[in-house]
Each structure stands twice: as C-alpha cells, then as structure tokens.
C-alpha cells in the first residue's frame, strides 16, 4: 500500500424525506488496502457505497479517484473509471449459462467462446473455480458469488466493493474468497469491505471506517481491535450477550415423520425422508449449505407447500393438507429467508405488511372491514420494540435497509406469540446488536413454551442459541445431536452428508 489515496472521499452529505443517510463523511482508501465499512443496520453504509457506485448523487461534497475529480452519474461511469461492485443480492438468470449472464453485465461483450476462455483464465488465476457453459441455476450459492466476481474482475476494477459476500458461504468457500482477495490486495486493488461479521474484519481487514446514523464516528486497525470492541463502537453502548434460563422442553409441538416433497422451482431440492420431532421450549437448529432444501423445508411448514397425509403433525393434528392461513391461526408462524417479495411486499407500507400476515392473531380486522389505525398502532409496536430505523410506519418495505427489514419482519412474527416459529436466516445481513436482540427475542418465545426451528447458515449463531442442531445435505436432514459440545469438525461431517456414527467417531 501507498500514502496516496486511490479513493479520497470529503464531506459527502445524502439526505432524504426524514432521515439524513449520511452526513459529512469522509475517509480515504489507498491501492491495495483492504477497507472495512463497518456501522448497524441504517448506519448509511449502502447509501455511501451507491454514491462511490454512481447509484446516488450526494448532496454535498467531493470524491476523488487517484486525485483527480469523481462523481459518476450512473454505475457504467464507475465501472469505467475501476470501480466495481459485488451486490449483497445476486442479480443472475437462472435459466442462462455462467457465461451468458457475465456478457449481459458487459458494455462490448466478446463472442461467448472468446468470453468463456477469459472466465476460465481469471478462475484459474485467482482460484474461482468456475465452469462458463454450467446454467446458474444449477450452481450453490458461493459458486453463483463467483459468477458476479469474476464479472467484477473482467473488468479490471481498482476499486471493489463487497457487500457482505460470505452471509451464503460455508467456511470452506469463505477461504477460498479470502485467498482471492489477498491476491488482489497484493496486486494493487483497493477492496471496501461490509460485513457484519466482525471476526472474518479482524482477519482480513488493513483498516475500518465506522459509521453511526450517518456520520463517522471512529477508524481503527480491525486485527488491533476486538470485536466486541468494533460492535460497541457500532452501537455507541455495551452489547448484551443472550441469555436463556435452563428448561426441560415439553410435549412434542411439531412431528415430521418421513417427510417428502418435490421442490416448486426447476432449480430447487426435493426434501427426502426427513422425520423429527421438536418440543415446546425447544429450538432446533438446523444448518446447512445454501441450497440444499433449506427453503423448501420451511415452505413445507409453513403451508406454501402441502404434503401427503401423515408426514406433518402439531399438537397431535395431521396438517399436511393445511395451507398458511389455517395454520397461521393454530400458532405456525414462519419469516422466510428472502426479505422483499415474499417475507414483505416491496411497495406495501410497513402498516399494509402487518396487516399481511397479522390480521387474524392481532385481530386487526372486524367483520370483514380492516381496522387500518388497529393495524398502523400494531406496526409502530413492532418498530419500537424491535428498534426499526425508519420514519414511521407509512413507510414502504422497500425503502428499509435490509437489516431493518429483517428486524421489523421478525419482529412482526414474534409479538403474535407463535406456538410454533420457524425461521430462516434470521440475522442475515444484521448488525451485531440487533442481532443479539433477535436471537434473544428467539431465546424468550422458546422459554414461553414455544417451539422454535431456526435454519440458518451461521454456525456460531446456530451454537449459541440451539438446544440441538441438524443439519439438511441434499434435501436428508441429519439425525439432531446435543448443540453443547459439538465440534466444528463434527458439524462439517453433518453438513456434508454424514451421520451416525460416522459422525460420532471424528
């Protein structure tokens, strides 16, 4: 790294209808140093990486690129000047090749054979093994992260910005990125780092700018600085560790007894013979590598998908022909993994996203008319308690960060007091402290009585709070063990596809 910025931001202001997005932020990045923006869900993070992107033009102030004058109007202007970016969300057709989606995010693509030999020379080169004639729908989801890297990489960037690249990978594949972006690091290419996972910061990271509400409020040397440290001075008070008072489960909530069921999309996993019992105080945790029937097995539950008689019981009752709307009403409440389009409607109002999924337990209608001012008081509750940063219930889901969409998502399950929760991903894409709130709030329904299922690709998250983890290979869902005390090599034999014995024996 050099003393010469290769990125030199001052004064950049963004402010919209209620909320300042980010207020007099500066800070500077040289070639080749790895930068991590760091800061809670709402912090400004997205909307100063969509300035640097050309997404949002700021208000106030300047940036500079390698000291000359930068403001993009549009993200081709930046990817022109070597800035490239790596979405938290994938933007890729299923239905086309590996090298079909790379062409469409060029501005002159070659002929796909001439492409397809550059994709397989920068797989080999930075070691992301790829294939370009493999359809997208077929790849996991560190193997599609691939896909929008190297896309990122034909282009030559000297700027690239990750936001929060490892929350779909295995620790495996988490190595494997780490590795490629040390070598770009090592080549001259500045790397601005988002991630809530403030461990892999300390392990990877030159340097951190720290954002709260807007404003920068620190910068430290991540490997000099705990992490407990950085989540504090993210939150500007102390973190609480959740906590949980010993409990003997109770009676069996939930039973799945040789569950199986195709998949609703081409791309997806069937589930194959899956049967567990889960008990009332009880949360069961389940991991597991991206893909492999994590979303069907909560369609499956939650009633989006119906199974054959006698494969899914609760409290006794067979439910498998029951559809979410009577099953919501018995007490199963679900939050899926894919917040905008099917956890909340993007357009809606956070008032008309209650109403949604509250109306019957909230009793939010009355003889058929909607009591709007019942359902805003119900969504304001929801905002206080789970401490959602947005200006007021009026507000459309799309216009949270995603972060408060998750928290204001969970948040509306949780207060209807389900008898049975289940729950996937859901701290993905969360600030440590609201994080730590949600997995609580999931601690406190489970030491009320309820059963808890919560499918998440977070290891340390899933052995904090589980009483018994499983794990689902191929759409098999593993035998669960004891959480305390299994190791992370047992857990990766789990994962992959091993049990029993095999297991017990590492």
Same mark, same amino acid.
């Given at each position: 790294?050099?003393?010469?910025?290769?990125?030199?931001?001052?004064?950049? %202001?963004?402010?919209?209808?209620?909320?300042?997005?980010?207020?007099?932020?500066?800070?500077?990045?040289?070639?080749?140093?790895?930068?991590?923006?760091?800061?809670? =869900?709402?912090?400004?993070?997205?909307?100063?990486?969509?300035?640097?992107?050309?997404?949002?033009?700021?208000?106030?102030?300047? &940036?500079? &690129?390698?000291?000359?004058?930068?403001?993009?109007?549009?993200?081709?202007?930046?990817?022109?000047?070597?800035?490239?970016?790596?979405?938290?969300?994938?933007?890729?057709?299923?239905?086309?090749?590996?090298?079909? =989606?790379?062409?469409?995010?060029? $501005? =002159?693509?070659?002929?796909?054979? #001439?492409?397809?030999?550059?994709?397989?020379?920068?797989?080999?080169?930075?070691?992301?093994?790829? #294939?370009?004639?493999?359809?997208?729908?077929?790849?996991?989801?560190?193997?599609?992260?691939?896909?929008?890297?190297?896309?990122?990489?034909?282009?030559?960037?000297?700027?690239?910005?990750?936001?929060?690249? %490892?929350?779909?990978?295995?620790?495996?594949?988490?190595?494997?990125?780490?590795?490629?972006?040390?070598?770009?690091?090592?080549?001259?290419?500045?790397?601005?780092?988002?991630?809530?996972?403030?461990?892999?910061?300390?392990?990877?990271?030159?340097?951190?700018?720290?954002?709260?509400?807007?404003?920068?409020?620190?910068?430290?040397?991540?490997?000099?600085?705990?992490?407990?440290? &950085?989540?504090?001075?993210?939150?500007?008070?102390?973190?609480?560790?959740?906590?949980?008072?010993?409990?003997?489960?109770?009676?069996?909530?939930?039973?799945?007894?040789?569950?199986?069921?195709?998949?609703?999309?081409?791309?997806?996993?069937?589930?194959?013979?899956?049967?567990?019992?889960?008990?009332?105080?009880?949360?069961?945790?389940?991991?597991?590598?991206?893909? =492999?029937?994590?979303?069907?097995?909560?369609? #499956?539950?939650?009633? $989006?998908?119906?199974?054959?008689?006698?494969?899914?019981?609760?409290?006794?009752?067979?439910?498998?022909?029951?559809?979410?709307?009577?099953?919501?009403?018995?007490?199963?409440?679900?939050?899926?993994?894919?917040?905008?389009?099917?956890?909340? #409607?993007?357009?809606?109002?956070?008032?008309?996203?209650?109403?949604?999924?509250?109306?019957?337990?909230?009793?939010?209608? %009355?003889?058929?008319?909607?009591?709007?001012?019942?359902?805003?008081?119900?969504?304001?509750?929801?905002?206080?308690?789970?401490?959602?940063?947005?200006?007021?219930?009026?507000?459309?889901?799309?216009?949270?960060?995603?972060?408060?969409?998750?928290?204001?998502?969970?948040?509306?399950?949780?207060?209807?007091?389900?008898?049975?929760?289940?729950?996937?991903?859901?701290?993905?894409?969360?600030?440590?402290?609201?994080?730590?709130?949600?997995?609580?709030?999931?601690?406190?329904?489970?030491?009320?009585?309820?059963?808890?299922?919560?499918?998440?690709?977070?290891?340390?998250?899933? &052995?904090?709070?589980?009483?018994?983890?499983?794990?689902?290979?191929?759409?098999?869902?593993?035998?669960?063990?004891?959480?305390?005390?299994?190791?992370?090599?047992?857990?990766?034999?789990?994962?992959?596809?091993?049990?029993?014995?095999?297991?017990?024996?590492?």
């Amino acid at each position: 790294m050099t003393d010469t910025p290769l990125l030199d931001l001052s004064g950049l %202001t963004k402010a919209y209808p209620g909320v300042i997005a980010n207020e007099d932020v500066s800070l500077r990045i040289a070639p080749g140093e790895v930068h991590a923006l760091l800061g809670e =869900n709402g912090a400004g993070k997205s909307t100063l990486v969509k300035m640097i992107y050309g997404l949002v033009k700021p208000d106030a102030g300047q &940036m500079q &690129m390698f000291g000359a004058p930068f403001a993009p109007s549009e993200p081709r202007a930046a990817r022109a000047a070597g800035v490239g970016m790596v979405f938290q969300h994938f933007s890729l057709f299923e239905a086309l090749t590996v090298a079909e =989606n790379i062409a469409l995010g060029m $501005e =002159n693509a070659p002929k796909l054979s #001439a492409l397809s030999q550059r994709i397989r020379d920068v797989s080999d080169t930075y070691g992301l093994p790829l #294939a370009p004639d493999r359809t997208v729908g077929d790849l996991s989801a560190g193997e599609r992260q691939r896909v929008e890297i190297i896309r990122c990489l034909l282009q030559d960037p000297k700027l690239l910005i990750m936001d929060e690249p %490892t929350s779909v990978l295995t620790p495996q594949e988490v190595e494997i990125l780490f590795k490629t972006l040390r070598k770009l690091s090592a080549e001259g290419t500045a790397i601005l780092y988002i991630s809530h996972k403030l461990e892999e910061i300390r392990t990877l990271c030159d340097s951190a700018t720290i954002l709260r509400l807007g404003k920068v409020v620190g910068h430290c040397v991540p490997r000099e600085t705990s992490a407990r440290d &950085m989540a504090e001075m993210m939150v500007g008070k102390l973190l609480q560790t959740p906590t949980r008072a010993g409990k003997t489960p109770g009676d069996v909530v939930l039973s799945l007894q040789s569950l199986s069921a195709k998949s609703p999309s081409a791309f997806g996993m069937p589930l194959r013979d899956i049967s567990v019992d889960v008990r009332g105080g009880e949360v069961l945790g389940i991991g597991g590598v991206a893909g =492999n029937g994590q979303d069907e097995l909560l369609a #499956a539950l939650s009633g $989006e998908t119906l199974s054959a008689p006698g494969m899914i019981s609760f409290r006794g009752r067979d439910i498998g022909l029951l559809g979410p709307t009577p099953r919501r009403a018995m007490g199963i409440l679900s939050a899926p993994e894919e917040r905008l389009g099917h956890a909340a #409607a993007p357009d809606m109002s956070l008032t008309e996203n209650a109403m949604l999924t509250a109306a019957m337990r909230e009793k939010l209608d %009355t003889g058929g008319m909607l009591n709007w001012n019942k359902a805003r008081g119900f969504a304001q509750k929801v905002i206080d308690a789970f401490d959602v940063r947005t200006p007021g219930p009026g507000n459309a889901a799309r216009s949270l960060s995603g972060g408060n969409l998750q928290k204001f998502v969970i948040g509306r399950e949780v207060l209807q007091r389900p008898d049975l929760f289940v729950v996937n991903q859901p701290t993905w894409g969360v600030d440590a402290s609201a994080a730590a709130a949600i997995r609580q709030a999931l601690l406190d329904l489970a030491e009320g009585g309820a059963a808890i299922i919560v499918i998440s690709q977070d290891l340390d998250e899933l &052995m904090e709070i589980s009483d018994r983890f499983a794990a689902l290979n191929e759409g098999r869902l593993s035998d669960p063990r004891p959480a305390e005390g299994l190791t992370v090599e047992e857990i990766g034999l789990m994962m992959g596809g091993a049990h029993g014995m095999e297991v017990a024996h590492v």
